[in-house]
């Protein structure tokens, strides 16, 4: 393989063709490690490549090093990204400090510019879509999910592939990566003709996501919590009564005997066969919460503990979380999480999930937790299979959501789905699903995250959804939240997963048998139960398309739910646009965020025609419309020239 080396006295670096149009650069002390974890697993294609002594070409990217040692990534000679240093004596723009442990603090600077524009680095609660003046902790959170790729409006695409904690800054004077604890640099760089082509390299690098089985295109029915195995029946009864589609249905947390356990607790699921094959027959999926928690009284704690299946701790007791369980009402304890990182773990947990779950005919996963939730934040103190804490946490959830996918293949299942939480870089090729954890029940929270779902969809994970109507609270008898639950379904529709859940007023404490009110979409009075059964109805509609869009995202990587700029690039507007998003090519959806609103400005992107769908009005794309948006609906708009028929 061509490569481009370099040294000084305080390090070596290494750049490598990896993918068309991609380089990957790495920076160690003294050596290259070739074996520290990251996303940049699948071997690149052996793409043609041109080296001199300080310059590197790969496609349509060059890499060039100066005579001061600093870095430039160009395309036909105009610069994309080049390093900066922190200053004219010391640092440089690559920051070795030692840790006294055989581990630095790490720091890769670059130049900032005027009017770039960033997106992706996951999924954030900041309301932002462009992320140029943000701070971000690179750490895994409820609702806080670090994939740690950046598509810039300068046409580049960075993935920092490292999962070490730390944080970057996209500040005005410059851009700053840093790891708080890790071996050496490691970054890949590609570049393209449009921000979909960059999108498509990524995925070529980090993985694609496989297509969505079709089963899961359809409506997923979930409250925190149900309680018992024939009150979950009664809901999924009630909905093929009625004549409404439902695709899964879901038993929520404290199903179980103990944390770790993994099995259904026979006292109020007596017998989970019958329960999957009932539902089967009424072509519903059983989707089952399972956490990567472990109780010290779990039947399996003693062997997971004796076999190194934990994670570990430097100090103390491998217990990292305190949390409620089975017997103890509202007491919270200490609990372990198991070693996700370990192949060995891994297999265990299946041994346990199969004879509890799968083998009675579960095959649908919702992967609660699983960043995982780490109380206090005490990473210097975890211990994985695959390195010290604060140099590898950030990937626990991809490995974890690898095992049910590599298990449920060996099985000979195809298509596995799992409903995740958090997620890094590469996570998509394991059928994660990923949803935005336990947000608000607000309008404020609606509008965050139509920008979460972007930037997620920039960061390489194309299925994705929320709680609609919000987690935390929202009373059904309020003519407020009626209308908030109302407009959260009509954007949901057009979610990649069309997904209800939430803890509802009233709320009883917290503890195993708690639950919150109800959350069916009867739920919420006659007028809204009207307008949201429509909205599943044109979600059946959709399903074909969803379909189709998902198998291309697939084969492309481009995903389903996407920012304006991506299809529009020559479109100044496309780039500023955060609260509207295309449904693949032939879709403009406009989601309608505050109480009591009845029309919303859209802005139609250049390039072609668009289509009111409600109305059937032909607009030029280019300029802004005022659309109308009722109660019944929000503004939707179809590419003319499209074929789909709503």
């Not at 044109?538 to 198998?551: C, D, H, M, P, S």
Request: aromatic share 10%; net charge negative.
């Amino acid at each position: 393989m061509t490569e481009l080396w370099f040294r000084t006295a305080d390090h070596v670096l290494c750049a490598q063709p990896w993918g068309a149009d991609s380089i990957r650069v790495r920076v160690g002390r003294k050596a290259i490690v070739p074996d520290i974890p990251g996303a940049l697993e699948l071997p690149p294609e052996d793409v043609p490549a041109e080296a001199t002594e300080t310059s590197l070409t790969v496609g349509k990217l060059r890499l060039d090093i100066g005579t001061d040692g600093l870095l430039r990534f160009s395309r036909d000679g105009e610069e994309l990204l080049a390093e900066q240093s922190g200053h004219f004596a010391w640092p440089g723009p690559r920051l070795f400090v030692p840790n006294g442990d055989g581990y630095h603090r790490l720091e890769q600077r670059f130049r900032a510019y005027p009017e770039e524009k960033i997106f992706g680095l996951g999924q954030h609660q900041h309301g932002r879509l462009d992320q140029k003046g943000m701070v971000l902790d690179l750490v895994q959170r409820n609702a806080e999910v670090t994939i740690p790729f950046a598509l810039s409006s300068r046409g580049y695409g960075l993935l920092w592939n490292l999962p070490a904690i730390g944080r970057v800054e996209f500040a005005e004077n410059g851009t700053r990566w840093v790891a708080d604890s890790a071996r050496q640099i490691d970054y890949w760089v590609t570049t393209g003709d449009t921000p979909a082509q960059i999108l498509s390299h990524y995925a070529d690098a980090t993985g694609h996501a496989p297509a969505l089985p079709h089963w899961a295109t359809g409506f997923w029915q979930s409250k925190l919590r149900y309680r018992s195995q024939e009150e979950l029946l009664a809901v999924a009864r009630e909905h093929c009564d009625r004549g409404l589609p439902l695709a899964v249905i879901v038993a929520d947390y404290f199903h179980w005997t103990h944390l770790g356990d993994w099995r259904f607790d026979p006292a109020e699921w007596p017998d989970p066969a019958a329960m999957v094959k009932e539902l089967d027959g009424l072509g519903v999926k059983l989707m089952v919460s399972v956490w990567p928690s472990v109780n010290p009284l779990s039947e399996n704690y003693q062997h997971m503990r004796d076999n190194g299946f934990l994670i570990g701790a430097d100090q103390g007791l491998p217990l990292h979380h305190i949390f409620p369980d089975k017997g103890f009402g509202e007491h919270k304890h200490g609990v372990a999480f198991y070693d996700a990182t370990d192949p060995a773990a891994r297999e265990f947990v299946w041994s346990r999930l199969k004879a509890g779950y799968y083998d009675h005919g579960v095959k649908v996963w919702w992967l609660d937790a699983c960043e995982p939730e780490i109380f206090p934040e005490q990473f210097g103190n975890l211990r994985f299979a695959a390195g010290p804490g604060r140099e590898v946490a950030n990937l626990y959830p991809r490995e974890h959501v690898r095992g049910l996918h590599e298990h449920m293949t060996a099985e000979g299942e195809d298509g596995a789905v799992s409903l995740v939480r958090s997620a890094w870089a590469g996570s998509q090729r394991f059928g994660a699903a990923l949803w935005s954890g336990d947000i608000p029940s607000t309008f404020a929270a609606l509008g965050r995250q139509i920008r979460a779902g972007l930037n997620v969809a920039v960061s390489g994970i194309p299925w994705w959804t929320t709680d609609i109507g919000g987690f935390h609270g929202g009373d059904p008898s309020s003519a407020e939240y009626r209308e908030l639950v109302i407009r959260w379904f009509q954007y949901g529709v057009f979610c990649p997963l069309f997904r209800l859940h939430g803890h509802r007023e009233p709320r009883i404490g917290f503890g195993a048998g708690h639950s919150g009110g109800p959350n069916e979409v009867w739920s919420y009075g006659g007028e809204a139960y009207e307008i949201i059964a429509d909205q599943l109805r044109l979600r059946e509609r959709l399903r074909g398309y969803v379909g189709e869009q998902l198998a291309e995202t697939a084969r492309t990587g481009i995903p389903l739910l996407r920012p304006l700029f991506v299809d529009y690039p020559d479109d100044p507007s496309a780039w500023t646009v955060e609260d509207q998003f295309l449904f693949g090519p032939d879709l403009l959806v406009a989601p309608v965020t505050e109480l009591g609103a009845r029309s919303r400005p859209v802005h139609l992107p250049a390039g072609t025609a668009w289509i009111d769908v409600a109305t059937g009005a032909e607009h030029t794309g280019g300029g802004t419309v005022e659309a109308q948006a009722p109660l019944a609906r929000i503004p939707v708009f179809r590419r003319a020239g499209s074929t789909l028929h709503l």
